[in-house]
């Protein structure tokens, strides 16, 4: 049985700090690129970062760039997204998301995702 578990949301004042951390199992960990996507009360989801599955590839949304960082670990089957400055436009659920389909191209894509966890909430102050 596939899981991806998210960790690490909390409530952050604005210009702070979160790391969230998903965490896999049930899977070839190495052979999926993994996505962050978040939404927001009201709004779709949307994407954040992505990394593809050897970490050669990733991307940003422009909203986040040079304040979020994504990574991987492939020993320890697990991606981080690293938050920083953040602000109150921030506040989401965070997801993240698996893809299997190695088209690095598309991680933007929510519909290329082939599984998903539960999420975790990001509240920022103002």
């Known amino acids: 049985q596939v899981q991806l578990v998210e960790s690490g949301g909390g409530l952050v004042q604005a210009g702070g700090s979160l790391r969230l951390s998903c965490a896999a199992s049930g899977l070839t960990f190495s052979s999926y690129s993994v996505g962050w996507f978040r939404q927001a009360p009201g709004k779709e989801r949307e994407f954040v970062a992505a990394?593809?599955?050897?970490?050669?590839?990733?991307d940003y949304a422009n909203s986040v760039k040079g304040r979020f960082t994504i990574a991987r670990d492939n020993a320890k089957n697990a991606v981080y997204l690293q938050m920083n400055s953040l602000k109150p436009e921030d506040t989401a659920v965070y997801y993240c998301?698996?893809?299997?389909?190695?088209?690095?191209?598309?991680?933007?894509?929510?519909?290329?995702?082939?599984?998903w966890g539960q999420g975790t909430q990001v509240t920022v102050s103002s």
């Open positions: 998301g698996a893809e299997s389909g190695h088209q690095y191209y598309l991680l933007t894509n929510e519909e290329e995702y082939d599984y």
């Open positions: 990394v593809d599955w050897i970490g050669a590839y990733i």
